[in-house]
């Protein structure tokens, strides 16, 4: 086998490597941000819904415009929920009952049985006594209301959870005003793990 010359080789690769002279590597004028600068002003785009706020205007207070903006036109408010429950929606219960509720919930929390009592109805009182045997040694933080309370029969049925260090318990606190706001029941299942 017969080898080239160095000096062969070096003129070979210049040769080789003198360039195209159609044009077809020449140096452009454009570069990457001018090409992006020229396609996004050529991009057509949506308008912009929302006006600066220098070019914002005043809604005249119509009957019209007053309408518009009622519930019934924008719709209902929207509230979170929990796995289990439905919205937690409570915006029905009045502040009365609101604060019987959570003061039954505190009660429970800090396992006043006597305190929890106080809010039973004088008949069904014992049933606490139930629950506090049956929930003995679960240290609770709570309550939370947790899904919209319904009234069946002039009775209201409150939706709560409590939180343990290993899972959850869900109650249901059934409430009638008797002269003031009385637990008629409660129904509780199992404490479920997180």
């Not at 600068?37 to 005043?58: C, G, H, I, L």
């Not at 305190?115 to 003995?136: C, H, K, L, P, V």
């Not at 069946?152 to 249901?172: C, E, M, N, S, Y």
Request: hydrophobic share 40%.
């Amino acid at each position: 086998m017969r080898f080239l010359c160095p000096p062969c080789v070096i003129l070979l690769i210049l040769v080789g490597c003198r360039g195209n002279t159609s044009g077809d590597l020449a140096v452009s004028d454009v570069t990457v941000r001018s090409a992006i600068q020229e396609r996004d002003a050529s991009a057509v785009w949506t308008r912009d819904f929302a006006q600066p706020a220098k070019e914002r205007r005043n809604v005249p207070l119509t009957q019209d415009s007053i309408i518009a903006f009622t519930p019934s036109q924008i719709g209902n408010s929207v509230y979170p929920e929990l796995p289990g429950f439905a919205s937690l929606d409570t915006s029905n219960l009045n502040q009365e009952l609101r604060a019987a509720v959570n003061a039954f919930g505190r009660a429970v929390t800090v396992r006043d049985l006597a305190g929890a009592q106080g809010f039973a109805r004088e008949d069904t009182r014992f049933f606490m006594d139930i629950f506090f045997t049956d929930t003995a040694g679960i240290k609770f933080t709570g309550p939370f209301l947790t899904g919209k309370p319904e009234i069946i029969d002039g009775t209201w049925q409150v939706p709560l959870r409590f939180f343990a260090a290993r899972g959850h318990l869900d109650i249901h606190v059934y409430l009638m005003y008797d002269d003031k706001w009385v637990i008629d029941q409660i129904t509780y299942g199992e404490l479920a793990g997180d």
